[in-house]
């Protein structure tokens, strides 16, 4: 039977306070007009992450994935490097999906992590994730998941969020299957590439997050609280690279 710590040590991804591997994050500014993420194209130095944009680790225990911006294919575009490694970048925003439904990226995956297995806690891994963060209170959610909102709140200093989504690189499943967290019901990964498809090469990605939440949590979503990015590969021991470009929200028709 698993003690506590071990139950929640890997929710504490997501609820983990930051800390701060290289680059280092640029001073806060004041929130834009935009929900976007502050864009890592238009980034003014490469030595420094686009203002917003903050690192989160699992523990203290954890290694960091190392993330840099580089000029790739005449872009500047954030690299992942995980080595045997779990942390990830977020950004804090505001976002009502009924006004901005789809969501909007572009990633580049150059190889799989072979060992890699999203249905198996113990090799839960992916080169390239892009997570998404609701608005919520521990009021709103079932028993079971209060528990586990006061062990992560007790053991890392802030509780879960109230509903996470990660779109995923899988091995094996197809694009637009949903996992759910082995720890947890509140977090829900959804396939959006999908094994050797797409590998080493530029992928557009554009998904209608307010009918993705819909179809995972069978509710209608709060406001989006933060969105970030996220490459490990703590369980199954491997190093994978990935690169993110800009992510963007995008408004229903008219």
């Given at each position: 039977?698993?003690?506590?710590?071990?139950?929640?040590?890997?929710?504490?991804?997501?609820a983990?306070?930051?800390?701060?591997?290289?680059?280092?994050?640029?001073?806060?500014?004041?929130?834009?007009?935009?929900?976007?993420?502050?864009?890592?194209?238009?980034?003014?130095?490469?030595?420094?992450?686009?203002?917003?944009?903050?690192?989160?680790?699992?523990?203290?225990?954890?290694?960091?994935?190392?993330?840099?911006?580089?000029?790739?294919?005449?872009?500047?575009?954030?690299?992942?490097?995980?080595?045997?490694?779990?942390?990830?970048?977020e950004?804090?925003?505001?976002?009502?999906?009924?006004?901005y439904?789809?969501?909007?990226?572009?990633?580049?995956?150059?190889?799989?992590?072979?060992?890699?297995n999203?249905?198996?806690?113990?090799?839960?891994?992916?080169?390239?994730?892009?997570?998404?963060?609701?608005?919520?209170g521990?009021?709103?959610?079932?028993?079971?998941?209060?528990i586990?909102?006061?062990?992560?709140?007790?053991?890392?200093?802030?509780?879960?969020?109230?509903?996470?989504?990660?779109?995923?690189?899988?091995?094996?499943?197809?694009?637009?299957?949903?996992?759910?967290?082995?720890?947890?019901?509140?977090?829900?990964?959804?396939?959006?590439?999908?094994?050797?498809?797409?590998?080493?090469?530029?992928?557009?990605?554009?998904v209608?997050?307010?009918?993705?939440?819909?179809?995972?949590?069978?509710e209608?979503?709060?406001?989006?609280?933060?969105?970030?990015?996220?490459?490990?590969?703590?369980?199954t021991?491997?190093?994978?690279?990935?690169?993110?470009?800009?992510?963007?929200?995008?408004?229903?028709?008219?």
């Amino acid at each position: 039977m698993r003690t506590a710590h071990a139950r929640l040590l890997p929710l504490l991804l997501v609820a983990a306070c930051a800390t701060a591997p290289p680059p280092a994050p640029a001073p806060a500014v004041p929130a834009p007009s935009s929900p976007d993420p502050a864009p890592f194209s238009t980034a003014a130095s490469l030595e420094v992450l686009p203002a917003g944009w903050k690192p989160f680790r699992l523990t203290r225990f954890k290694k960091p994935t190392s993330y840099r911006l580089v000029r790739r294919d005449g872009n500047v575009v954030l690299e992942a490097d995980a080595d045997r490694s779990a942390s990830g970048l977020e950004f804090e925003t505001h976002v009502d999906l009924h006004a901005y439904p789809w969501l909007a990226w572009r990633w580049e995956v150059p190889r799989l992590n072979p060992k890699a297995n999203n249905t198996l806690s113990h090799v839960e891994d992916s080169p390239a994730r892009v997570v998404v963060i609701f608005e919520g209170g521990r009021e709103s959610l079932p028993a079971d998941e209060q528990i586990n909102y006061d062990l992560a709140r007790a053991l890392g200093g802030r509780g879960l969020p109230y509903a996470t989504m990660m779109y995923i690189w899988e091995n094996r499943l197809p694009v637009g299957s949903v996992i759910t967290h082995h720890f947890t019901s509140r977090i829900k990964m959804i396939v959006a590439g999908n094994g050797e498809r797409g590998l080493g090469a530029w992928t557009e990605v554009r998904v209608n997050l307010l009918e993705d939440y819909r179809r995972a949590f069978g509710e209608e979503p709060p406001r989006v609280r933060a969105v970030g990015v996220m490459s490990d590969s703590d369980n199954t021991g491997e190093r994978t690279v990935a690169w993110y470009g800009d992510i963007r929200f995008e408004r229903a028709a008219p």
